[in-house]
């Protein structure tokens, strides 16, 4: 009898288990192709376009060019539409679960392989993706 207690509980917990919990759905990026949309501010300039990745030491976007803002060049980044816990400030690295919320939201979340990398390059007549500083 205990046992059938036991398994009746374990058997709850991993039904409730596939529907408790954050879905993705609900955020604005859900609904549309391509990532969410980026705001990003460094002490010289303001750029906004589509998040593309999230690598561990920055970001890259797609604006008039391919470019990547390593964290530390980065003074302010905004997810548009996308609340607080998507913003970046002055001296912010993100890691772990945070790290992976903002991949989560952007075009490529796995990050940019070669043959990606090389066609966004291609559409923006670019050889390699700029450096913001």
């Known amino acids: 009898m205990r046992t059938t207690k036991m398994l009746a509980t374990v058997a709850a917990f991993a039904v409730a288990g596939c529907h408790l919990g954050t879905s993705g759905a609900n955020l604005p990026v859900a609904n549309q192709p391509g990532g969410a949309h980026v705001s990003l501010r460094t002490s010289t ?15 890259i976007i ?4 391919i470019m990547f803002a390593p964290f530390s060049a980065i003074v302010g980044l905004t997810l ?32 940019l392989t070669p043959n990606i990398q090389s066609v966004l390059l291609a559409q923006k007549s670019q050889t390699e993706i700029a450096v913001i500083p």
């Open 62 to 65: 797609s604006s008039d060019r």
């Open 45 to 59: 300039r303001a750029y906004s376009g589509e998040l593309l990745a999230v690598q561990d030491d920055g970001v």
């Open 80 to 111: 548009e539409k996308m609340g607080g816990q998507y913003q970046l400030r002055t001296g912010d690295v993100p890691r772990g679960e945070r790290l992976a919320q903002f991949r989560a939201v952007s075009r490529f979340p796995q990050g």
